[in-house]
């Protein structure tokens, strides 16, 4: 009864959590913007808050709510006396304007969708979707709404945005991922075509607005590129490039590129960590690393990096950081197993400082912080790392894998781990080699082996962990989402060490899976194989081995999910089925790729915790 009411606490605890979206601060650190939702939306009202907090008087001078809408980005001017608020509702995207004399806000309504903006002076410039065609929207509006997969592309093109004045195009013909802008330069990263797939294959352009003119400045058909950012005399560019498995999934090499004489300079410590983001204040330029368990921010100085804040805990999103420095310290979201998630304040010489209350009535105290970091060997030598969490070394214990692959598993203060242990499990989260947080060369070992080494690093982990008597149970179990999913997937038909298996949205077949997902070019780039080889994707399918599974398996899946479809684990499913094997498939409505509606989330964790407990 006892571990029964803990586990509904910590359910609780979690499906209550609040996320920050966006935010921004002024760059003298008086002025707090954000867009707080919740983690896990309710269908009936998916909306946000807005909240601006005057740091000063640490007090909260707006609290505005917007329903059923999608926070974007919020953005402080440079002098602090305008916040432009950019979300999405439905098919059509609004600019909220705050000014620091007015408690009125300006509102612009656009109708196509904006995914970024930056302030320009009194200008904005903004990412748009180019509008349709007088003959597409005559067709569209009589009843003709066929999908021509491929064709008749709808760029995001880069427009300047000049309030009573309207619209003027910089950029067309060409997808723009993510922008920044400073003085009469726009650097972008873009694509030839605006389908998912193609941001695989993007490059860094240049665009000067006052000459007309673009010029591209680093393309590497094999390499990502991801947050481009000026200095503030538009001398340097920064930005982060690497080689990974999900769009807003960057972690790599920090490279600066020096507009005057064309230099590239590639830094190489992210040998032993991961680079992922690049912030500026002033003349000056942040960024944001993660080496194993610990959170970095590194300033630029005369070519060098200089280490200013270094803590264990994870900075978020937690898969590309962010932070906004100011010039009364550096604000960012963080979480680790003693801090719930909120903002934060950090200074090398102290603890965070939380300065927003979200999540500060989250009390999670099913393990009070036993997470360790374990570091163990591979069966070719390699040193894998990963963490453990747990209360008694003779719980049974779940494996958690994680997505990607090009990710990785990050302190958090309450999450899905916490609520397994909370119903009376250990979890191990292996970051297995292919992962983030030691640098690029770690993060590209698993490829065109995804499913081999990485496998059998996660196997490594488990037998030393046996080994060396931190687990006294044979009672173990796996599971995960996307690339852990089909790990989860792989593991129950490679193994029999496990007494069971909950896989999410993950792949069973890489052959259909090519043909259907809509970023192919993910898989062959990290396969390094032509799927019609038929040789790697073959391999490492676990349908082909369905024969060999001989413990329960659960299925979880989005029936909306273009990146991994259904019919991954449909196909899955009927095959065990048909083997007389014990599974069962639980899909929902409305989920992309991943689980946010809160009831779905609930059932998603009951049926996983049942699944296991009734086999334990």
């Not at 193994?495 to 997902?517: E, Q």
Request: net charge negative; glycine share 8%.
């Amino acid at each position: 009864m006892e571990s029964q009411t803990k586990f509904e606490e910590e359910l609780g605890e979690y499906l209550n959590l609040k996320s920050i979206s966006t935010y921004d601060v002024t760059m003298d650190g008086d002025l707090l913007a954000y867009a707080v939702k919740n983690t896990f939306k309710d269908r009936k009202d998916s909306g946000f808050d807005l909240k601006i907090v005057d740091l000063s008087r640490n007090e909260v001078i707006r609290n505005d709510h917007f329903p059923k809408c999608t926070a974007t980005r919020l953005s402080f001017n440079e002098e602090g006396k305008k916040l432009a608020l950019l979300y999405n509702s439905g098919k059509k995207s609004y600019i909220y304007t705050y000014f620091a004399n007015s408690n009125i806000p300006e509102k612009t309504m656009f109708g196509d969708l904006i995914s970024d903006l930056r302030w320009h002076g009194s200008d904005m410039i903004i990412s748009m979707q180019d509008p349709m065609d007088e003959t597409e929207k005559a067709k569209f509006e009589d009843g003709y709404d066929e999908a021509r997969i491929e064709e008749n592309p709808r760029f995001y093109s880069i427009w300047k945005y000049s309030p009573g004045n309207g619209l003027s195009r910089i950029s067309s013909g060409v997808q723009i991922w993510e922008f920044d802008a400073r003085k009469d330069l726009v650097a972008a990263v873009v694509s030839d075509t605006p389908d998912e797939n193609s941001w695989y294959s993007n490059r860094i352009e240049i665009y000067d607005m006052r000459e007309g003119t673009r010029r591209t400045i680093f393309h590497d058909s094999e390499i990502q590129v991801s947050g481009p950012k000026f200095d503030a005399e538009c001398k340097d560019l920064a930005f982060i490039s690497g080689i990974w498995s999900d769009r807003g999934v960057t972690s790599g090499d920090l490279v600066i590129y020096d507009l005057n004489s064309g230099k590239l300079n590639t830094f190489t410590e992210s040998k032993d960590r991961s680079f992922s983001s690049v912030s500026r204040l002033g003349s000056d330029f942040y960024v944001v690393a993660r080496k194993e368990d610990l959170s970095q921010i590194f300033k630029i100085e005369n070519g060098t990096l200089r280490m200013v804040w270094e803590r264990a805990g994870s900075l978020l999103p937690g898969y590309c950081p962010v932070v906004c420095p100011s010039h009364k310290g550096i604000f960012a979201t963080f979480s680790s197993w003693e801090n719930p998630y909120d903002i934060y304040v950090l200074g090398r010489e102290k603890d965070p400082i939380r300065v927003t209350s979200e999540n500060a009535g989250t009390k999670r105290k099913t393990f009070n912080g036993k997470g360790r970091k374990i570091n163990w060997k591979s069966s070719d030598g390699t040193q894998i790392y990963g963490y453990l969490m747990q209360n008694n070394p003779k719980d049974p214990l779940i494996v958690e894998v994680h997505g990607g692959p090009t990710a990785c598993y990050f302190q958090q203060f309450a999450s899905y781990s916490s609520v397994f242990l909370s119903a009376g499990f250990s979890v191990f989260a292996p970051n297995y080699r292919g992962s983030t947080g030691r640098g690029r060369e770690y993060a590209e070992l698993n490829h065109g082996d995804m499913g081999g080494s990485d496998f059998q690093d996660i196997m490594d982990g488990i037998r030393y962990l046996k080994d060396n008597g931190i687990i006294e149970t044979d009672a173990i179990y796996i599971t995960g989402g996307s690339y852990g999913g089909f790990m989860a997937a792989w593991a129950m038909t490679q193994s029999n060490i496990f007494k069971a298996g909950s896989a999410l949205f993950g792949i069973a077949d890489w052959i259909s899976f090519h043909g259907t997902s809509n970023i192919p070019s993910w898989d062959a780039k990290y396969y390094q194989e032509e799927p019609y080889a038929y040789n790697r994707y073959l391999k490492f399918s676990p349908l082909r081995y369905v024969d060999q599974v001989s413990a329960p398996v659960l299925l979880i899946h989005g029936r909306d999910d273009p990146e991994v479809p259904i019919g991954q684990f449909l196909q899955f499913y009927r095959a065990l089925k048909d083997r007389g094997k014990k599974v069962r498939m639980i899909s929902f409505p409305r989920e992309g790729h991943g689980i946010l509606e809160r009831k779905h989330k609930e059932t998603e964790i009951r049926e996983t915790v049942g699944h296991f407990t009734s086999k334990s």
